[in-house]
């Protein structure tokens, strides 16, 4: 008899892997269902084991005495401390075999090998959907169950995904902790992405009628109903409006005193808050 048999005779039937007790076999069996049975009485988000939500509870503690000397992120325990201050460091062991990225930790790395073998293990019991992450076939079950558990304690707003709540809280405390380095700060790194192309010529978003590019797909929607504008005034004129260059110009860094983006278009890049 082989070895691994006797020393754990509890085998998963679904992917092979054995374990030395039945416990540990119920909880590995909930990484395939995507159950997460235990939930925080706080905020709602649940888990896997009770181990994972002791853990979370302490996210909720009010005093966070260790701080991260590198960021300056405060948490409640020495060790969530410690397991915070590896991303800052160089040392990343978990090497992906096939793109050579490296992780942290083993199973970030484990997650991520799923985008090279195109692994869903987690599969909605409902439409069939499958999904990379245990904790993505939870949020997306909300689409079938229409459950919103995080609400915002301020106005009563509920979401289907704790990030949103997150997010939408900021418009409640005004924090912006996105800052680009003209000083201009945001409340989601999306919008300071999306803002520091103003600074530099990437444009990613480029019109197929006169190949003028945009920073982002909201202003490139815009300038194609210039287009199709145009076209309706006069249907056998050319199809580029005048003045609408081929070639677009970087934007200049420092920016000038008083810039004129009219790309633009008056648009208000802060973020909408999902619903």
Known sequence: M?????????????????????????????????????????????????????????????????????????????????????????????????????????????????????????VCPLCGKGFKQSNALSSHERVHTGERPFVCKTCGKAFKQSSYLVIHERAHTGERPYKCECGKTFTHSSNLLLHRRTHASTRPHECPTCAKAFISDACLQKHLQSHAGHAADDPGSPRTPPGCPTTPAPRPWPPPATPAWPELGGWDLSPGVPG
């Open 2 to 122: 082989n070895s691994s048999c006797f020393w754990r005779p509890f085998r998963c039937e679904l992917c092979g892997k054995r374990f030395k007790r039945s416990s540990n076999l119920q909880e590995h069996r909930r990484i395939h269902s995507g159950e997460r049975p235990f939930r925080c009485p706080r905020c709602a988000k649940s888990f896997k084991t009770p181990y994972e939500l002791q853990r979370h509870a302490l996210t909720h503690c009010a005093e966070k005495p260790f701080k991260c000397a590198d960021c300056g992120k405060d948490f409640p325990t020495s060790n969530a401390l410690l397991l915070h201050q590896r991303q800052h460091c160089d040392d990343k062991p978990h090497v992906c075999g096939v793109c050579g990225k490296k992780f942290t930790y083993g199973h970030s790395l484990k997650v991520h090998e799923r985008v090279h073998t195109g692994d869903r293990p987690f």
